[in-house]
């Protein structure tokens, strides 16, 4: 899969923002990488300082975080990625909508690189899907955001919004093919 351009979408009435999250996706064989473009005044931001020893940590979704989720295509099994600016991380697997969330073990380390400046933060992560997915397996794949604003307002940022609340884990949002 060529790399593939994204860009986010706040949920409405709570985007109201001046930031752009914007990004790239791609796929080779069984290699992903990702890449989150958040453009703006990130001192407005509320952006977790670099982690000394980043690690797995529950939570990440409290603050400012990335997060995209892998479904196999005709299997209700997916997983769910966390990518805090901090450099923690953390990775679920989940049976079914919302069911039965575990920590995927088979990740021990997830480094991903930060570079962050005043007008943009940058997020970029590759790793070999064969630890977690057949590498022949066609993929779903829905991608995220959750900005916290310096006075404590949470904004919601996903590729579409299909339902009436936000929800990153509607299968309907999983919307890029590869």
């Known amino acids: 899969m060529n790399p593939r351009r994204f860009s986010l979408q706040p949920f409405p009435g709570t985007g109201l923002l001046p930031i752009k999250v914007t ?20 001192a ?76 943009s933060l940058r997020l970029v992560l590759e790793f070999d899907l064969s630890i977690i997915i057949p590498t022949d397996q066609a993929l779903e794949i829905a991608i995220s955001a959750v900005i916290k604003t310096g006075q404590g307002d949470v904004t919601l940022w996903a590729l579409v919004h299909p339902g009436p609340e936000a929800d990153f884990h509607r299968r309907d949002s999983f919307i890029i093919k590869c």
Do not use: M
């Not at 990004?23 to 990130?42: A, D, E, P, Q």
């Not at 409290?62 to 479904?71: D, P």
């Not at 990518?83 to 991380?89: A, H, I, M, N, Q």
């Open 44 to 119: 407005d931001l509320e952006v977790p300082a670099p982690a000394e020893r980043p690690s797995r940590r529950i939570g990440l979704w409290e603050k400012t975080c990335f997060e995209f989720f892998i479904a196999e295509r005709n299997s209700s099994r997916y997983w769910e990625f966390n990518l805090s600016p901090s450099g923690d991380w953390n990775v679920f697997r989940l049976e079914s909508y919302r069911q039965n969330l575990v920590e995927e073990t088979t990740f021990s380390i997830f480094p991903f690189s930060i570079l962050k400046r005043s007008d």
């Open 23 to 42: 990004g790239s996706i791609s796929r080779k064989v069984n290699i992903f990488n990702i890449c989150y473009w958040l453009f703006g005044h990130i």
